[in-house]
């Protein structure tokens, strides 16, 4: 276990819906990091968070968005949802932007 | 941003054999080197893991190696065994609190 809790593990939904992801980092780890993973890809980063504050950004949807909240868990909103879509969705925490990052289970998101 | 290239994308070696796996990064900044192994349907978990200034770093089995000036580190594991069978991650990180950079991963066939 790292530590790094993510809910729901499965989502099936239809397109067109919206979902929100959430991950409850490890204890004391100020940092989120989520990460896209499809069949066909590594692991693609979205967005990171540090102690509330967007750090940094990648290859993210403008249909996606998401936020640290004050209790430094992270929710990842997911809208007008479409096939291409469905993939695993991992979390992961560290305790600053460098150090080990330790993963969530992920969320398995299915779109149909 | 960072870019992490990461050859080769699939590595079959019999059991006892070694196998390498290589990456390669753009930003010159980065600092912090490590190393993912991600099973089958699992979450990716850190297996070692290298800083700048550092040239090796071993680990029973599997051991890691940085060239700064080529930009490019290795992930070397010795006497491979069928549980060794998975998909490698490497990433970069650079300085500050900028987030880690995956390659596309390495899937690692061990066959008894």
């Known amino acids: 276990d790292s530590g790094v809790t993510q809910t729901p593990k499965h989502l099936i939904t239809a397109t067109g819906q919206r979902v929100t992801l959430r991950c409850s980092p490890r204890s004391g780890d100020l940092s989120v990091y989520w990460y896209q993973q499809s069949l066909d890809q590594g692991l693609q980063f979205l967005i990171q968070y540090y102690n509330g504050e967007e750090r940094a950004k990648g290859n993210i949807l403008e249909r996606f968005s998401a936020q640290q909240f004050p209790d430094l868990h992270s929710e990842l909103n997911l809208s007008s949802l479409e096939l291409g879509d469905s993939a695993l969705y991992f979390c992961?925490?560290?305790?600053?932007?460098?150090?080990?990052?330790?993963f969530g289970q992920g969320t398995r998101l299915t779109v149909v | 941003g960072e870019n992490v290239e990461q050859h080769p994308s699939t590595l079959s070696v019999q059991e006892g054999d070694s196998a390498v796996i290589k990456c390669t990064y753009s930003d010159s900044a980065s600092n912090y080197f490590p190393w993912y192994k991600q099973e089958l349907g699992k979450r990716p978990q850190l297996i070692i893991d290298?800083?700048?200034?550092?040239g090796e770093k071993k680990d029973q089995r599997i051991a890691v190696t940085l060239n700064k000036t080529a930009k490019h580190f290795s992930l070397h594991i010795t006497e491979t065994q069928p549980e060794d069978s998975a998909v490698y991650f490497c990433?970069?990180?650079?300085?500050?609190?900028?987030?880690?950079?995956f390659g596309k991963g390495t899937m690692l066939l061990v066959s008894p």
């Open positions: 990433a970069a990180s650079d300085s500050g609190y900028s987030t880690l950079t």
């Open positions: 992961a925490s560290s305790v600053g932007g460098q150090g080990e990052a330790f």
């Open positions: 290298i800083r700048s200034n550092v």
